[in-house]
């Protein structure tokens, strides 16, 4: 119970108080972050989660970047021989 009273004080002391919709889990982030007032502690969570989803994702970004390289240097050899093929 001490230290959920330690995050409560701080919160409150430092910040515009505590929303009604904050969790447990959220105050102790809030803590963790040094971060008082929700509007900034929000903010946070928001360029947390992009970046999660643009690190989850720049792995596939690559492998469908490299797919399309082969791809393009496949067709573009295929290209060349039906060129051959209709200009005889």
Partial sequence: ???MKNV??????????????????D???????QIFEWKEYEQQQE?????????ENSGETAKV???????TEYFKEARKEERKRNKQ
Avoid at 27 to 33: P, T
Avoid at 47 to 55: F, G, M, N, V
């Fill in 1 to 3: 119970m001490g230290r």
């Fill in 8 to 25: 409560y004080m701080d919160i409150m002391q430092n910040g515009t108080g505590i929303p009604e919709d904050a969790t447990i889990g």
């Fill in 27 to 33: 105050l102790k982030r809030m803590q963790e972050l």
């Fill in 47 to 55: 360029k947390d989660r992009q970046q999660q989803y643009e690190s």
């Fill in 65 to 71: 970047s490299e797919i399309t390289r082969e791809f």
